[in-house]
């Protein structure tokens, strides 16, 4: 059963059409990587989808209601989550004080503190809960950025490039967060450059150029695809 359906869904800055007739529907439980290059459109989506933006046209249903014409805390109460491309933690706060942030939102104080441990646990940072934000290591800010998205008890969570500039055994523990919390129920939308981190957890690969989907389906078909090669990869990429 979907989740998440996306119809038609059209976004113009200007003469610009950076959203153009997307349509997608995505399953209770999948994890589906969403790829494509600079500028084709990808974060735009996932303002769409969060609430941040609003499409000139088309429609979003989140859970079997139509959720187009609602605004972000709306959403985010409802179970939709993301993550920041570029993370933007309180850097002079403590990594539990960060997650009690998003913890907070529709919550008492006590539910929210035991809320922000089980953010912090499943994303591997409990050990690192006084440590202040601002003195982490880079794989670490990751974890941050994944516990501040999940402080709000999401059903869908956006993952926006969340392994990028990571080392590959550094990707390596990631992947298996990523896998844990999605196994703990959470449905995932992940965009990613880096492709074989994508490949190894998504079910389902979208690829989007110039704001349009060009590909859908599973990833070995859609990686193979003579379109997705040409249009976005270039056709002396090997995977
Ligand atoms: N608020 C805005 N006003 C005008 N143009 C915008 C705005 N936001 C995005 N754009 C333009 O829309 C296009 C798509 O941007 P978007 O950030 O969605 O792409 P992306 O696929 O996420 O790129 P990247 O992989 O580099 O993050 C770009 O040309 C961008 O300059």
Known sequence: MSILVLDQLSKRYGALLVTDGIS???????????????????????????????????????????????GAAVRCRAGISRSFQVPQPFTGMTVFENVLVGATFGRDR???????????????????????????PLLDRKRLELARALATDPSLLLLDEIAGGLTDSECHELLEVLREVNAAGVTMVWIEHVVHALL???????????????????????????EVKSVYLGDDVHV
Do not use: C, H, W
């Open 24 to 70: 997608l529907s995505v399953d209770r439980g999948e994890i589906v990587g969403i790829l494509g290059p600079n500028g084709a459109g990808k974060t735009t989506l996932f303002n769409l989808i969060a609430g941040t933006v609003k499409p000139n046209s088309g429609t979003i249903t989140f859970d079997g209601r139509d959720i187009t014409r609602e």
């Open 200 to 226: 190894s957890v998504a079910q389902r690969l979208v690829v989007v150029d110039f704001g349009r989907k060009i590909a859908d389906g599973v990833p070995d078909a859609v990686m193979a695809s003579r």
């Open 110 to 136: 006590a539910g929210a503190s035991d809320f922000a441990m089980r953010a912090l646990e499943l994303s591997g940072l409990t050990r690192k809960a006084n440590q202040l934000a601002g003195s982490l």
